[in-house]
């Protein structure tokens, strides 16, 4: 995914993990009742139709850009390093490497899990 632009890579990002999160548990359990409300309400319950979630994806972002200041609105991306966010809080740059967690990968795998916690 790394040759493509960030604009489409964030869209392809968004696509794999609303399909990943289509269909949560069926189970009363507090976290698969509270996704399956959210998610499927924020998706119009079309969590299976590409161009529906790139057109979801698109307007929320736009729907930001809109409701925040620019002086206050910070576009990023963890893969940017340290010097943006620090430098957009005004706050000095860490010497320790940027921590990678929660990547694609990983977030699959425990989406797909039916060991989540609660």
Known sequence: MSDLPHAARRQRIWVVLSVLLATPP???APFDQ???KVIGRLFDQRMRDHDHLIDVFKRHNAEVRRR??????LAYEVAQGWEPLCRFLDVP???TPMPKTNTTEEFGRRAASPQRAD
């Not at 925040?68 to 609105?73: F, T, Y």
Request: hydrophobic share 35%; glycine share 0%; net charge neutral.
């Open 93 to 95: 740059i860490p010497t």
């Open 34 to 36: 509270m996704f399956r």
């Open 26 to 28: 069926d189970t009363d």
């Open 68 to 73: 925040v200041p620019p002086h206050r609105l």
